[in-house]
């Protein structure tokens, strides 16, 4: 094997007396974007739970949650970081690009990890601490260790750890968890594998050539396109079940109607679509249609409450707008 074959594909790691990294590197692994929407959905756990925090300690909560699920991301991307340098869309990440080292990754996404749930335990409850480091331990351990790589079902179960932090948060603001926050879970979870899949679609021969077993490499764009289908399908009636069952009200059974249907057009537009557009449009989609539904449920229990005294949550609302 030629020293030119050895380099092609592999990254570029510093040596110790080189210092490429920088904090924008440090932050892209705590994958900003999806800790977003995380940080989002437990803001919405914990908006809607019975109960009265202290604002400073509601604010703590998520920011436990945030840290949590950045450190999450870190450790994953320092275990996929050989197959993050095979695939288009993640070589430019700074592990396989070579801007950060390996086992400083490693200890940055560790000693997050540990740090969040300390000080959720401390601060909060040790409910939520616990919940949340169920969620760091499912994601690396069982999502990214063992399932990514290993069957097509990955995400479907592995998704999972994404549907956790409205329970978190929810934990953090009552110390319990009851139906309520298990249904936004069972939302989270039943909308996941749709939204990657449509990735999926699209990023197929990325996936085929790091040898990941997603849907559309072991089953093929068709198989996929029905599973999608028939997930939407299945979260729209879900879905609606917080209206269904009076935990929250006709703004968002309106809303979640309505955003159900479009998830569901979206899906039967990817069935019919012989290319990939409908996918990218699908997989754009679902984010917003995840955003929409959890406004549209803080937004019903603002309705719902009317006048009340200031709460965690509401000074939180206050603060954030």
């Known amino acids: 094997m030629s020293d030119t074959t050895l380099r092609v594909g592999s990254p570029r790691h510093p040596s110790p007396f080189e210092d490429v990294s920088g904090v924008g590197d440090y932050f892209a692994l705590l994958k900003p974007r999806v800790m977003s929407l995380v940080v989002f959905t437990g803001f919405t756990g914990l908006f809607l739970a019975p109960g009265n925090l202290h604002p400073v300690l509601a604010a703590v909560a998520l920011l436990c949650i945030a840290v949590g699920a950045g ?12 197959i993050d340098a095979v695939m288009k869309r993640t070589r430019n990440r700074p592990l396989p690009a070579g801007r950060v080292d390996p086992g400083a990754a490693l200890g940055f996404g560790v000693t997050l990890g540990i740090g969040a ?27 990214t260790m063992w399932l990514k ?10 998704g999972a750890a994404g549907a956790f932090p409205p329970m978190i948060g929810w934990a953090a603001m009552s110390g319990e968890v009851s139906l309520a926050p298990v249904l936004l879970f069972a939302i989270i979870f039943m909308w996941t594998p749709p939204h990657f899949w449509s990735l999926a679609l699209c990023s197929r021969d990325d996936y085929e050539k790091a040898g990941v077993p997603m849907l559309p490499v072991v089953a093929g764009a068709r198989e996929t396109k029905k599973q999608i289908l028939l997930y939407a399908i299945g979260l729209a009636p879900l879905a609606m079940a917080p209206y269904a069952l009076g935990i929250l009200g006709a703004l968002y059974g309106v809303t979640a109607f309505a955003l159900g249907a479009l998830f569901v057009l979206g899906a039967v537009c990817v069935w019919f679509d012989g290319a990939n557009g409908s996918a990218k449009r699908m997989f754009a989609f679902s984010i917003l249609y995840l ?4 406004t549209a449920m803080i937004a019903d229990r603002m309705i719902m409450d009317g006048p009340a005294p200031a709460t965690a949550a ?3 609302v206050g603060i954030c707008v």
Do not use: E
């Open 291 to 294: 955003f929409l539904l959890f």
């Open 149 to 158: 790589r290993r069957t097509p079902q990955n995400i479907v179960i592995g």
């Open 117 to 143: 749930v300390m000080i959720m335990g401390l601060a909060v409850n040790l409910v939520a601490a616990a919940l949340l480091a169920f969620t760091i331990g499912f994601y690396v351990f069982v999502y």
């Open 71 to 82: 450190a999450a991301g870190a450790i994953n991307m320092w275990y996929d970081r050989d």
């Open 314 to 316: 509401t000074c939180l």
